[in-house]
């Protein structure tokens, strides 16, 4: 079994190169499954049946693969649509077995406990957020949720890092052999606890993915002249930027 998985690509529209060089990999990729791990999108909103136009050609694009999508804390809303248009199995922790590897996958937002991390997602996940939104119609809300979610970051949090490696030694404990997350942009695959943690990085500043073919995860760099070139495995305390 053949199984590719991204997250944080934070795309912004067409006019984001880094949302064409997403549509040239998604082209080209042959997989029986593609997981995403969520903060595909900068900000998702859908209104009806309806995405941002802004993001068609990517959805387009997903149509053909068997889907696994995971919310992250930018792409919350994209879930229903997922599950119910696109008929992607869609949950916040994914547990799959993939040739006799069990695999745990989440966003990886979870170790962030934070205060105001916590109540900014309060806010946004709540009904008047929503409700609001939705009076904006596309147009305006695509103009305002571009403006309130702001860029994405770059550099990784060194103490979120540490918590991801953590929890992932806490599932191995578990019986899991792999488990993957994102959110924090620190690309890496780490041997722990008797099994392999992979951070997926993101699609912003390193363009890494996650190949499973046959059981075994190989992190990806997708180079600029659209080659894959495996990331070499590192020690779980060290944190790429």
Same mark, same amino acid.
């Given at each position: 079994?053949?199984?590719?998985?991204?997250?944080?690509?934070?795309?912004?529209?067409?006019?984001?190169?880094?949302?064409?060089?997403?549509?040239?990999?998604?082209?080209?990729?042959?997989?029986?499954?593609?997981?995403?791990?969520?903060?595909?999108?900068?900000?998702?909103?859908?209104?009806?049946?309806?995405?941002?136009?802004?993001?068609?050609?990517?959805?387009?694009?997903?149509?053909?693969?068997?889907?696994?999508?995971?919310?992250?804390?930018?792409?919350?809303?994209?879930?229903?649509?997922?599950?119910?248009?696109?008929?992607?199995?869609?949950?916040?922790?994914?547990?799959?077995?993939?040739?006799?590897?069990?695999?745990?996958?989440?966003?990886?937002?979870?170790?962030?406990?934070?205060?105001?991390?916590?109540?900014?997602?309060?806010?946004?996940?709540?009904?008047?957020? +929503?409700?609001? #939104?939705?009076?904006?119609?596309?147009?305006?809300?695509?103009? =305002?949720?571009?403006? &309130? /979610? @702001? $860029?994405?970051?770059?550099?990784?949090?060194?103490?979120?890092? +540490?918590?991801? #490696?953590?929890?992932?030694?806490?599932?191995?404990?578990?019986? =899991?052999?792999?488990? &993957? /997350? @994102? $959110?924090?942009?620190?690309?890496?695959?780490?041997?722990?606890?008797?099994?392999?943690?992979?951070?997926?990085?993101?699609?912003?500043?390193?363009?890494?993915?996650?190949? &499973?073919?046959?059981?075994?995860?190989?992190?990806?760099?997708?180079?600029?002249?659209?080659?894959?070139?495996?990331?070499?495995?590192?020690?779980?305390?060290?944190?790429?930027?």
């Amino acid at each position: 079994m053949r199984v590719a998985l991204l997250s944080d690509a934070h795309l912004a529209g067409p006019d984001d190169p880094n949302q064409r060089r997403l549509l040239r990999f998604l082209a080209s990729l042959e997989a029986d499954r593609l997981c995403l791990l969520g903060d595909i999108f900068q900000h998702w909103w859908h209104f009806g049946a309806a995405p941002f136009p802004a993001y068609a050609p990517v959805v387009d694009a997903l149509r053909r693969f068997s889907l696994s999508f995971v919310p992250g804390n930018h792409d919350f809303h994209a879930a229903r649509y997922f599950r119910d248009v696109l008929g992607a199995e869609v949950a916040p922790v994914l547990t799959p077995r993939w040739d006799g590897l069990a695999v745990h996958l989440t966003h990886g937002d979870e170790v962030d406990a934070s205060f105001g991390y916590r109540a900014v997602s309060a806010v946004l996940r709540g009904r008047p957020f +929503a409700a609001a #939104v939705d009076a904006m119609g596309p147009d305006r809300a695509w103009r =305002f949720l571009a403006h &309130v /979610s @702001g $860029h994405p970051s770059g550099t990784p949090n060194p103490a979120l890092c +540490a918590r991801q #490696v953590a929890l992932a030694a806490a599932r191995m404990r578990e019986g =899991f052999g792999l488990v &993957v /997350s @994102g $959110h924090t942009h620190a690309p890496g695959q780490h041997p722990v606890a008797g099994g392999t943690y992979v951070n997926l990085g993101d699609w912003v500043t390193h363009h890494t993915w996650l190949l &499973v073919e046959d059981g075994r995860p190989t992190l990806l760099h997708r180079t600029a002249d659209e080659r894959d070139v495996p990331v070499a495995a590192t020690r779980a305390d060290e944190c790429s930027v």
